[in-house]
Every structure is written in C-alpha cells, then in structure tokens.
C-alpha cells in the first residue's frame, strides 16, 4: 500500500507522537476512505507493536 513503505522503527515512533497530520497522504487518505464507506468515527491508528505508536484521535475513556 502506498504510503505503507517500510521505515525505521524510529521513524514511525516520530509520527506517532507528532500526530496524525503528521501521517504521509496516502494513510489519511486511507483512514478516511474507511471512515466514510462503514459510516464510523476512528479513534486510535496504531502504526506499530508498541503501544506508544498509536495515534489517538479521540478520546472515549
């Protein structure tokens, strides 16, 4: 997937705590193409194993 290519680890762990504006085009493109097809809000992105690479969108806690 476009946008998907592999990074360092390092890398995604930067985008994660910069934000989801910080996510390359074709991601948001993808998140929101989700959104809008299951009529759904998304809360969190995770882009990788550790829970610090989540991207949290909403908070619902």
Known sequence: ???WEKRPRTEW???AKEGY???????K????TI???LDVDVCM???G???EDT???KEFF
Do not use: C, F, N
């Open 13 to 15: 762990s930067s985008i």
């Open 49 to 51: 194993p550790q829970r």
């Open 35 to 37: 959104k809008k097809h």
């Open 55 to 57: 991207i949290v969108l």
């Open 1 to 3: 997937l476009k946008g």
């Open 29 to 32: 493109i993808y998140v929101d």
């Open 21 to 27: 504006a910080s996510l390359p085009e074709e991601m």
């Open 45 to 47: 992105i995770s882009i």
